[in-house]
């Protein structure tokens, strides 16, 4: 079966940190590209990162470079989200997806509040 798990959200005040995991099962996780997501309340899901199945290859939305690095260990079949900096803007529920070719698997999201 394949699942998709996000953990490591919560509530952080302005210009904390939070690292989300995005752990992988039931499929080949090392050949899989893996985008982080984010939807806010009242606004469209939106991309925020991408990592290539190696690592070799980050992509981010240009309103979190500097601040969120994406990173994966394919020996752990789990991706990583590292928030640094956070914003009330970043609040969202944040979900990872695994694509390859025209399979692609989406997780059911961690809640990331920032708040002070």
């Known amino acids: 079966q394949v699942r998709l798990v996000e953990s490591g959200g919560g509530l952080v005040q302005p210009g904390g940190s939070l690292r989300l995991s995005c752990a992988a099962s039931g499929f080949t996780f090392s050949t899989y590209g893996i985008s982080w997501y984010r939807q806010a309340p009242g606004k469209e899901r939106e991309w925020v990162a991408f990592?290539?199945?190696?690592?070799?290859?980050?992509n981010y939305v240009d309103s979190v470079k500097g601040r969120i690095t994406v990173s994966r260990d394919n020996a752990k079949n789990t991706a990583y989200l590292q928030m640094n900096s956070l914003k009330s803007e970043d609040t969202a529920v944040y979900y990872c997806?695994?694509?390859?070719?025209?399979?692609?698997?989406w997780g059911q999201g961690t809640q990331v509040t920032v708040s002070s």
């Open positions: 990592i290539s199945t190696t690592g070799g290859v980050t």
């Open positions: 997806k695994a694509a390859f070719g025209a399979a692609a698997y």
